[in-house]
C-alpha cells in the first residue's frame, strides 16, 4: 500500500489491476475549458485517491472555480475526461454533493432553514415521494452537525454569512454522499464558522469519505488539508501537502505576486 | 346587480364563465409563482404579445378554410404555437448573440406584437372580419363567451395547476439554486423549458378571458403580493394562487353585469387593490409591519444602551433614550434610575460579562458569534450553562 501511496495514482490504478485498487474518487484528463476565446482552465490532469482531503490554491482567475465546476457538468469542457468513482458524471451522480459558493443564489428566497436543507433529499424524494418525519429527522441531524439546530424554522434571509455557509453545508451532508466538492467554504465566513466547518470535515474524512475544496487562504492550508493540488489555468502540482507546499511551487502558481508567495514560503520553513 | 354577480345568480352561463375564470386565475398566480421565483417574470410579457400574430393567422386559415374564425381551440392553437416561436427566438438571441435577457424579450415582445397588429387590421378589411371582434384578444372579454369556451378554459387551468404540482420540486430547486440543482441531476434547461411551456398555457387560456395586455399582470401581481405575506415558498405559491383566483373571479362577475365593460382590465385591478393591501398591511414584509419592526428595533437599542449607561452611572443625554425608560418606568426625568431601573440595569451589565466570558472562551466560538449586543443570553444558553458562565465571572460589581 506504501508503494501505491507514493506512486502516482492515476498511473498506479491501471498497472495494479487488482481488485484492491479502489478507483480514485475523481480523475480528470486532459481537461480545458475556456470562456469565450481564452482558456480558464488548459489540459490538466487531476487524480484525487479515495479518503483525501484537497485543497485547490491558485490566484484570482487561475480557473480554480472553472475546474470544480467543469467537473461537476455545470460549465462544457472543450476537451477532457471526467470520471468520479471511475464513472461518468452521470452515473455517480448520487455519490457527489456539492457545495457552492455561498454567494451564488439569492438568500431573500422565501425559504427557511429547514427547507434548504430539505432540498438536499430532492434527488432522493424524486417528483412523487412525500417528504416523512425521518427525513426531517435527518436534516435536523445535519443541522445540528453544523451548529445550526436553534435556527431550522429561521428565515434565510436573516443569516450571517458564516450560517449561510453552513446551511449550504448541511444540504449537502443530508445527501450522504462520497466526495464532497466545496467552493471556496471559507470565503467571507466568521473565524467560528471556519472551525465549525473544518471539524465536520475531518469528520467526513474520518469516515471515509472524500473532500475537495477551492481554497484562497494559504496560511491554513497546512492545518486544514493533506493533499493540495496547485493550478494557474494549467496545472502547477500536486501531491500530498507536505511535498508539494512549497515555496518554488508556490512561487510557480502565483508568479511574481511575491506578497503571498513570500507568506506561504515563511509557512513552509516554519 | 354586482351582488348578484358575485353570489353566481345570473345564471347557468355566467356561472360557468365566472367559475372557469376563477380556475384560470388561480392556475396563472401558482404558475406565475415560480416565474417569480425564476426571477424571469418579464418573460412572460413576451410570451403574451408573441401570441397575437398566431391568432390573426389561425383566424385567417380558418376563415379560408371555410370554417368559424372565432373557433376557440383553433386560435388557442395558434396562439401557443406563435408565442413558442417567440420564446424559442428569445433563447436563441440569448445563446447566439451578446444580447441580455431583457433586451432579447423587448425586441420579440414589440416585433411580435406588430406584426399581430398588422394582422388584426387585414383581417378587419376582410369579409368574415367585419364582426369577428378579433379585438377582444387585447384586453379579454366575457361578454357572449360559449360554455364549451367556459369549459376549455377551466380543464385547460387544471391541468396546468395538476402539472404545477407535480414539477413543484424541481421549479423550485431551480429557482433557488440552479447550480446545485443541476449537480443533483435535475435537468435544469428541461424545467425551465416546461415552466416557460406552463407560462405559455396559461397565456393563450387566458386570452379570450384577461386579454393578451393584461394577462402578465395575472402571473406576476399574484406571487408578488403573496410574497409579501410568507417567508414560505410553498405557501406564497397556494396564496398567489387564492390572489389570482379571487381577482379572476370578481372580474369575470363584475363585467357579467356590465358587458361593455373589457374583462381584462377590471381582473388587473382587482388584483392591484389586493396587492395594494398587501403591500400596506401584510405582516411579514407590508409596509406597516416593516416600520414596526424598524420601531422596535430602535427601542430595543435604545433601552439596551440606557441601560448599560445607567449601570456605570453615566448621565444619558439622548432625549429619545430618556424618555422610553421614563416611560418604562425605569428612570426619572432627572435621568436618576427607579429601583427598577437600578435592577434592570444590572441585569444589562450581567449579560454583557456572560457574553463577553463566553466570546472568551474559544470553545464557544459558534454559540458566541451571535452575539449582537441586543439578543439575551438566555435565548442561545441554557439555565445550566448560564450556571456554568456565571462560575466563571469575575465577581461582578454591583450585583449581589
Known amino acids: ?270 | 346587480m354586482i351582488w348578484q354577480a358575485l353570489t353566481l345568480q345570473l345564471g347557468y352561463n355566467a356561472t360557468l364563465v365566472a367559475l372557469g375564470a376563477t380556475l384560470l386565475g388561480i392556475a396563472a398566480g401558482v404558475t406565475g409563482s415560480f416565474l417569480f421565483l425564476r426571477k424571469r417574470a418579464l418573460v412572460s410579457d413576451a410570451v403574451s404579445h408573441a401570441t397575437l400574430p398566431g391568432i390573426g393567422l389561425a383566424f385567417i386559415v380558418m376563415v379560408a378554410l371555410g370554417g368559424d374564425g372565432r373557433f376557440l381551440p383553433g386560435l388557442l392553437l395558434g396562439a401557443a404555437l406563435s408565442s413558442g416561436v417567440g420564446l424559442l427566438l428569445i433563447a436563441w438571441m440569448m445563446r447566439h448573440t451578446r444580447l441580455s435577457e431583457d433586451a432579447a424579450i423587448g425586441a420579440v415582445l414589440s416585433v411580435f406584437f406588430g406584426a399581430g397588429i398588422v394582422l388584426l387590421t387585414v383581417i378587419q378589411s376582410m369579409n368574415a372580419g367585419r364582426q369577428a371582434g378579433l379585438d377582444t384578444v387585447l384586453l379579454g372579454s366575457t361578454a357572449g363567451m360559449l360554455q364549451s369556451d367556459a369549459l376549455v378554459i377551466a380543464a385547460g387551468g387544471a391541468v396546468v395547476l395538476l402539472l404545477v404540482l407535480l414539477l413543484r420540486r424541481p421549479m423550485l430547486a431551480v429557482g433557488f439554486d440552479p447550480d446545485y440543482a443541476a449537480v443533483s441531476g435535475t435537468n435544469v434547461g428541461r424545467i425551465d423549458l416546461a415552466m416557460m411551456g406552463l407560462v405559455m398555457a396559461v397565456t393563450v387560456l387566458g386570452i379570450t378571458t384577461v386579454g393578451l395586455i393584461l394577462i402578465v399582470a395575472l402571473l406576476i401581481i399574484p406571487p408578488v403580493a403573496a410574497r409579501l405575506w410568507t417567508d414560505h415558498a410553498l405557501r406564497m405559491v397556494a396564496l398567489a394562487g387564492v390572489i389570482g383566483g379571487l381577482s379572476a373571479y370578481v372580474g369575470a362577475a363584475v363585467s357579467a353585469t356590465a358587458p361593455a365593460l373589457p374583462t381584462g382590465p377590471i381582473i388587473v385591478l382587482s388584483s392591484f387593490v389586493l396587492f395594494a393591501l398587501s403591500l400596506t398591511l401584510a405582516p411579514a414584509r407590508g409596509g406597516l409591519a416593516l416600520i414596526r419592526r424598524q420601531m422596535r428595533f430602535r427601542r430595543r437599542v435604545h433601552r439596551r444602551q440606557g441601560l448599560l449607561a445607567l449601570a456605570v452611572g453615566q448621565t444619558i443625554h439622548e432625549p429619545f433614550t430618556l424618555a422610553l425608560l421614563r416611560r418604562e418606568g425605569l428612570a426619572r426625568a432627572d435621568g436618576v434610575p427607579t429601583d427598577a431601573g437600578r435592577a434592570a440595569a444590572a441585569k444589562a451589565l450581567l449579560d454583557e460579562a456572560r457574553w463577553a466570558a463566553l466570546r472568551a472562551d474559544p470553545a464557544q466560538g459558534l454559540t458566541a458569534s451571535r452575539y449582537d449586543a441586543l439578543t439575551r443570553i438566555e435565548t442561545v444558553l441554557t439555565q445550566d450553562q448560564i450556571a456554568e458562565l456565571d462560575r466563571q465571572l469575575p465577581k461582578p460589581k454591583g450585583v449581589s
Open chain 1, 1 to 270: 500500500m506504501v508503494a501505491i501511496k507514493d506512486l502516482d495514482p492515476v498511473k498506479s490504478a491501471p498497472l495494479n489491476g487488482g481488485m484492491q485498487a479502489l478507483p480514485p474518487a475523481l480523475s480528470v484528463a486532459g481537461l480545458t475549458v475556456a470562456y469565450g476565446e481564452k482558456p480558464a482552465v488548459f489540459s490538466v490532469d487531476m487524480t484525487l485517491a479515495q479518503g483525501t482531503m484537497t485543497a485547490i490554491v491558485g490566484p484570482n482567475g487561475a480557473g480554480k472555480s472553472t475546474l470544480l465546476k467543469a467537473v461537476l457538468g455545470l460549465v462544457k469542457p472543450l476537451s477532457g475526461e471526467v470520471r468520479l468513482f471511475g464513472l461518468p458524471l452521470s452515473r455517480a451522480r448520487d455519490r457527489i454533493a456539492y457545495v457552492p459558493q455561498r454567494a451564488s443564489v439569492d438568500w431573500d428566497f422565501p425559504a427557511r432553514v429547514i427547507d434548504v436543507v430539505l432540498m438536499g433529499l430532492h434527488r432522493e424524494l424524486g417528483l412523487l415521494r412525500r417528504i416523512r418525519p425521518e427525513h426531517i429527522d435527518r436534516a435536523h441531524a445535519c443541522l445540528a452537525r453544523v451548529g445550526m439546530q436553534d435556527f431550522a424554522t429561521r428565515q434565510i434571509g436573516q443569516l450571517s454569512g458564516g450560517q449561510q455557509q453552513r446551511v449550504f453545508l448541511a444540504r449537502a451532508l443530508v445527501q450522504q454522499a462520497d466526495l464532497y466538492l466545496l467552493d471556496e467554504p471559507f470565503a467571507g465566513v466568521d473565524a467560528a464558522t471556519e472551525k465549525a466547518i473544518i471539524a465536520v470535515l475531518k469528520e467526513l474524512q474520518a469516515e471515509g469519505r472524500s473532500i475537495v475544496a477551492v481554497h484562497h487562504d494559504l496560511s491554513t492550508v497546512r492545518a486544514y488539508f493533506d493533499h493540495l493540488f496547485l493550478i494557474n489555468t494549467r496545472a502547477i502540482a500536486a501531491g500530498p501537502v507536505a511535498d508539494v507546499f512549497t515555496a518554488q511551487n508556490l512561487q510557480r502558481a502565483y508568479g511574481g505576486r511575491l506578497g503571498e508567495a513570500q507568506l506561504a514560503g515563511g509557512a513552509v520553513t516554519g
